[in-house]
């Protein structure tokens, strides 16, 4: 009698699917400190990229800039980019902290003016709940942690740098790391997916906020208000952050100039001035920038905001967006994966074949407009 042979069981998938989402959630939390500064380059980078391409496609008197004078503009405009907003966050660190004395006063000072009007209880809980928070321990902390985060601004210049001159060797070789020629056919799709729509999402936000920053910063200097510089560079900042970014390029500026000043006009100015002229950006600028939708959910969007904000913290937010695009792309060439894409998408419908590049910026007009 022959013996029965017994195969061995196999492994659901979808238990294989939830232990490697598990090890990847473990990962990016233990490694944030070393991933975080790598995937902010891959950022730049595609910003890079996008940059090479509107300077190589600039026409002056039927001259184009070859590639590499295009490559290394880029890289010179990004890196200068990137250590000018170093400097102004380290030299509006001490007048921070210099003048958050002066903020407090005022602030006990507004506070008995309102009294009259809210009533005693409804400031004196405000009160207690400010000093609960100890706002100025908080502030006070964060100003001193832009020494490790110019640091980090400093190993990003350096990798950049360095990926940037080794752009054409990572084209070539990433897709060889593929078995056949399938395969290879099939990362290379999936390369060019993630590169147009990253990269898209980062030029129109790109300019945008920086449009959003210069007009921020001329109406904060023209008022007077402190700090105008690194509220700027906040409005820019904020213009990469889904949903709640446009609340918090407004809201800052706003009460720094209600705290600073004995009368509402620059507070009015500064709420109305720039707000109308975010709102112009944001609904007039943007939408003419947009190109085809790639069809992410917006609740998915606030999901995946909390989710890197939780495991990276601000700077998570920051990556919130261009990372869902990658993990939707990636996911959606994956079958065992590609119901977590189904669930990123709007309405399911994933389409394998076209590059669908524009609902980054979509998503990012309607944050900041609402």
């Known amino acids: 009698m022959e013996p029965v042979s017994k195969e061995p069981a196999s492994v659901p998938i979808w238990f294989l699917t939830m232990v490697t989402i598990a090890l990847v959630i473990c990962a990016l939390w233990f490694g944030r400190g070393f991933l975080m500064p790598l995937a902010i380059t891959g950022l730049l980078y595609i910003l890079t990229s996008a940059l090479v391409d509107k300077i190589q496609h600039t026409s002056l ?38 003048a958050l004395p002066r903020y407090q006063e005022r602030f006990s000072v507004l506070s008995e003016q309102l009294e009259g009007f809210l009533g005693p209880k409804i400031v004196t809980s405000t009160q207690q709940a400010i000093e609960q928070a100890d706002v100025g321990s908080w502030i006070t902390s964060a100003m001193s942690g832009i020494g490790g985060a110019l640091s980090t601004l400093g190993l990003i210049t350096l990798y950049l740098a360095f990926l940037t001159g080794e752009r054409l060797a990572w084209a070539a070789k990433l897709p060889l790391l593929a078995s056949t020629e399938e395969e290879t056919r099939r990362a290379k799709k999936v390369l060019a997916r993630i590169s147009d729509g990253v990269k898209q ?15 921020a910063f001329c109406i904060f200097s023209w008022v007077g208000l402190d700090f105008a510089p690194l509220l700027a560079l906040t409005v820019f900042i904020a213009g990469f952050i889904p949903n709640i970014g446009a609340f918090i390029a407004i809201t800052l500026p706003s009460l720094v100039a209600l705290i600073q000043f004995d009368t509402l006009k620059p507070f009015l100015i500064v709420l109305f001035g720039y707000g109308l002229a975010d709102q112009f950006i944001a609904n007039v600028i943007q939408p003419k920038m947009q190109g085809r939708s790639l069809n992410l959910s917006t609740f998915m969007v606030m999901v995946a905001l909390t989710f890197w904000a939780t495991v990276w913290g601000g700077m998570g937010a920051f990556l919130a967006i261009p990372m869902t695009v990658v993990i939707m792309v990636v996911c959606a060439e994956i079958s065992a994966m590609r119901w977590i894409a189904v669930l990123l998408s709007t309405d399911g419908q994933l389409s394998q074949e076209k590059t669908d590049v524009g609902d980054l910026k979509k998503q990012s007009a309607h944050s900041r407009a609402g």
């Not at 800039?65 to 000018?84: C, D, N, R």
């Not at 030029?203 to 945008?208: G, L, R």
């Open 61 to 98: 008197m039927g001259w184009s800039p070859p590639g590499w004078m295009a490559q290394l503009l880029s890289t010179v405009l990004i890196i200068g980019a990137i250590i000018l907003l170093g400097l102004v966050a380290s030299s509006s660190a001490d007048d921070v902290q210099d």
């Open 201 to 215: 999402y980062m030029w129109v936000n790109a300019v945008t906020s920086s449009m959003s920053g210069i007009i």
